[in-house]
């Protein structure tokens, strides 16, 4: 009598089974919030930009500043998107955050208020960035879709010969 691989019923697979119902669900909940929190976060930013543009003295430092904090927010936010489509930390999207954020203490500290050894640091940081998300194929990923065919996957027969994963004799 032949049987699918699927009905076999290990006990690791009522645990992914349940993992699927219970945990991801859960998780999806959670980035949810998060993404919230962040749009909230940067609403508040905003508006306390605008009423920043009312004072008689404008610190551009401060403005290029919060700019630059919305930025990082607005990457972090899209990594929680991308997360929530494909159930994936996107790579490329980190590197992208990484570049920004550096770049936002870069100019919130000030060029000149960096010594030569920190200068040229954060310089091959930025660069390694840039080469790994120009070149480390981080932007090539193309998601499995139903017209893509998948590998098929093998079961072992008691005897040790592979068989194919539809059908495993008894």
Known sequence: ???????????????HRLSRRFIEP??????????VVLLGLMV????????????????????IGEVLFVLVLIEVLRLLIVYLQEHRVAVDFMVELGIVSTLREIVLLGIV?????QVLALSVFILALGVLL?????????????????????????????????????
């Open 134 to 170: 120009r070149y480390g194929d981080l932007r090539r990923f193309e998601p499995w879709s139903p017209d893509t065919p998948r590998p098929a996957r093998t079961a072992t027969a008691p005897d040790g010969v592979a068989e194919p994963a539809d059908v495993v004799s008894r």
């Open 113 to 117: 208020e960096l010594n030569w050894a």
């Open 44 to 63: 508040r930013t905003l508006v306390e930009l605008i009423g920043e543009l009312t004072l008689p003295v404008l610190d551009v430092n401060d403005v």
């Open 1 to 15: 009598m032949a049987r699918r691989v699927d009905d076999v019923g290990t006990p690791h697979t009522v645990v």
């Open 26 to 35: 859960a998780q999806d909940v959670l980035v949810l919030v998060l993404g």
